[in-house]
């Protein structure tokens, strides 16, 4: 499994975008599926997006659908995450995961491993 570490997160005024990235080091990161997933205070993480090892398919919760895009580059072990018309109930610590296999899976124990994570607060 790869090492992960996010960026990208911040305060940003409801309606607003920001864009996460998470960079992969290690030799596996081309052939494992990737996901999102997000924490709020006081509530369990939950999957946001997810990716399969080609980047072909992609897959988001009902939340996010239609405002959030989850791409991935391989030749830079870089995954990220397009975040459009936020909303102060995504206000969460995001976590970028690696998953076990190629295919893409909404479901934590697909996931090897996580980032430290990085904070998005979003303001109304």
């Known amino acids: 499994q790869d090492q992960l570490v996010e960026s990208g997160g911040g305060l940003v005024q409801a309606g607003g975008s920001l864009r996460l990235s998470c960079v992969a080091s290690g030799r596996t990161f081309n052939s494992r599926a990737m996901g999102w997933f997000r924490q709020a205070p006081g509530k369990a993480r939950e999957w946001v997006a997810a990716i399969d090892r080609t980047g072909a398919g992609t897959y988001y919760a009902d939340s996010v659908k239609g405002r959030f895009a989850i791409s991935r580059e391989n030749a830079e072990n870089r995954l990220l995450l397009r975040m459009n018309s936020l909303k102060p109930e995504d206000t969460a610590v995001y976590y970028c995961?690696?998953?076990?296999?190629?295919?893409?899976?909404?479901?934590?124990?697909?996931?090897?491993?996580y980032g430290q994570g990085t904070q998005v607060t979003v303001s109304s």
């Open positions: 995961a690696q998953g076990r296999g190629s295919f893409a899976y909404s479901t934590q124990d697909q996931y090897i491993s």
